[in-house]
Nanobody
Framework: VQLQASGGGLVQAGDSLRLSCAVS????????MGWFRQAPGKEREFVAC????????YAATSVKGRFTISRDTAKNTVYLQMNSLKPEDTAIYYC??????????????????WGQGTLVTVSS
C-alpha cells in the first residue's frame, strides 16, 4: 500500500485549503484512513479519520467544526478540507492507513502505512 499526500501550501489565517491523499495497492475491504499532523518541536497528533465501511468520521476537538475528512472511493482518495485556518494549524500533515481495521482510531501507532507528508503553513 502506498499513500501520496498533496495540497499543502502557504495561506493566511482564515483561509481554506484541501489536502488529498491518493491510495494505491491492496488495502483490503475494512480499513481506516487518518490524517495526523506534526508541528515543529511537537509530537505527531491526530487530526481526523474515516472508516472504509460506512464512512464514519471522527475529528480531534481542536479541528472539529473547521476540518472535514471525506473520501472518493472511485478515485481511492481521501480529502481533508480545512477551513478557518489558524497559525497553530501550521504543521506537516500526514495521511495514514490501517488495515484491517473496522473501528476508528486516533492512535498513530495503530496505523501501518504512511504518506510522505505535506506542509501547511498558516501566516497570521
Amino acid at each position: 500500500v502506498q499513500l501520496q499526500a498533496s495540497g499543502g501550501g502557504l495561506v493566511q489565517a482564515g483561509d481554506s485549503l484541501r489536502l488529498s491523499c491518493a491510495v494505491s495497492g491492496r488495502t483490503g475491504i475494512t480499513y481506516v484512513m487518518g490524517w495526523f499532523r506534526q508541528a515543529p518541536g511537537k509530537e505527531r497528533e491526530f487530526v481526523a479519520c474515516i472508516t472504509s465501511i460506512g464512512g464514519t468520521t471522527y475529528a480531534a476537538t481542536s479541528v472539529k467544526g473547521r476540518f472535514t475528512i471525506s473520501r472518493d472511493t472511485a478515485k481511492n482518495t481521501v480529502y481533508l478540507q480545512m477551513n478557518s485556518l489558524k497559525p497553530e494549524d501550521t504543521a506537516i500533515y500526514y495521511c495514514a492507513l490501517d488495515s484491517p481495521r473496522s473501528r476508528w482510531s486516533d492512535v498513530a501507532d495503530d496505523y501501518d502505512y504512511w504518506g510522505q507528508g505535506t506542509l501547511v503553513t498558516v501566516s497570521s
